[in-house]
């Protein structure tokens, strides 16, 4: 009985110890968009937001208010959802990393963080598929895949958007991750692995369960499919992209987690989603993509044990921005302020505006 009480006492003074360390962390430091290194960027008004026909780079906030496209209103359209099982899965069967857990940076080589507590584990997840109302059966339809699902802010927009003909009508896939986050599970293993493993999971695995639940048909045309995320789902989003462009030439990122954040390590890539923008996209013919992202002046900097300098969510955007403006790219870089990681407000202010660009080179909506 003493052995029991003394491991309950080490428990909860071990849980009191993190919960006050996580109260103590020190918060994301603001960053100004004019710092030393940083693109030239517009400053806007405050209260507005890019002109959905200009590339570039642009600075929007303090204050950010919801569009008008994403007023709560019943949708027009159709929501449905199903869920996928790992046990139905050949690409991703489902891993976990033990609660409380997280690893330890190699001692050779900083850049790499040892995980010895990831394990084989099932999950399951979400898929809701939002199908515009004037969706005619049979027709091969654009769409957009979402991460992180089911993502409500991104069917009320494209729900008004479609409805005011700014944007094609189109079918949204919002598909939830695969539970946990970062290295050694689920979410980390999908997201952040620099391969064509998740778009390939979603071409085979997902795609079809859409079309035969809610009865469409989806555009095999690259340049009418989308991919959007935040955080490691905005770094999936480029990366199905980039290891597909067969597939998808639309990407849409908040606080694209475009940093060292792969695992399980690999030479090809060792630097992971930093790579994009140390070597990936400078020494790569450009790719057809065209890419909206954003970034908050309070973002993630350094946010887990690694200290390898390759942990600044705003350096890395910032990165993002020069090298996509070097290879000319079709790119719209928001740098907002008083915003922090995946910030709600400003996603609620810029959504519409950023899907509507996204889509402008697309063939014109009849009216």
Not at 35 to 59: K, M
Not at 149 to 164: S, V, Y
Request: net charge negative; proline share 9%.
């Amino acid at each position: 009985m003493k052995m029991i009480k003394t491991t309950c006492v080490i428990a909860l003074l071990g849980a009191v110890l993190n919960l006050s360390a996580a109260s103590t962390r020190t918060p994301p430091p603001t960053r100004d968009p004019h710092s030393p290194g940083y693109v030239t960027a517009t400053e806007l008004p405050d209260g507005a937001v890019p002109p959905v026909d200009t590339d570039g780079n642009f600075i929007l906030g303090p204050t950010h208010r919801p569009a008008p496209e994403m007023a709560t209103n019943a949708l027009q359209g159709t929501v449905y959802e199903f869920t996928m099982n790992s046990a139905d899965s050949k690409i991703f069967p489902g891993i976990a990393r033990e609660p409380g857990t997280f690893g330890t940076p190699d001692t050779n080589d900083p850049a790499q963080l040892i995980v010895t507590t990831s394990h084989p584990a099932p999950y399951t997840r979400k898929v809701a598929v939002y199908v515009p109302k004037d969706y005619v059966p049979g027709t091969a339809a654009p769409f957009i895949v979402g991460a992180d699902g089911p993502d409500k802010f991104l069917f009320t927009a494209l729900d008004n958007l479609i409805l005011a003909k700014k944007i094609p009508g189109m079918i949204a896939i919002s598909i939830g991750n695969g539970s946990g986050d970062a290295q050694g599970s689920e979410r980390g293993l999908e997201y952040d692995t620099m391969s064509g493993k998740y778009a390939e999971f979603v071409e085979q695995e997902v795609l079809p369960l859409v079309e035969k639940n809610c009865h469409v048909t989806l555009t095999k045309n690259p340049a009418a499919r989308a991919t959007m995320g935040g955080s490691s789902g905005g770094s999936c989003a480029l990366i199905m992209a980039w290891y597909h462009p067969e597939l998808y030439h639309r990407v849409l990122t908040y606080s694209g987690t475009f940093v060292n954040q792969q695992w399980p390590h690999n030479e090809e890539t060792p630097h992971g989603a930093w790579g994009f923008h140390e070597t990936l996209i400078p020494n790569s013919p450009a790719k057809p993509i065209r890419l909206w992202l954003e970034v908050g002046d309070r973002d993630n900097l350094n946010s887990n044990a690694m200290r390898d300098g390759m942990h600044d969510w705003v350096m890395a955007n910032e990165n993002m921005a020069k090298v996509l403006a070097a290879k000319n790219y079709h790119y719209q870089f928001v740098f907002a302020r008083n915003a922090g990681h995946t910030d709600r407000a400003v996603k609620q202010q810029t959504l519409p505006e950023a899907l509507e660009w996204l889509w402008k080179d697309y063939p014109p909506v009849a009216k």
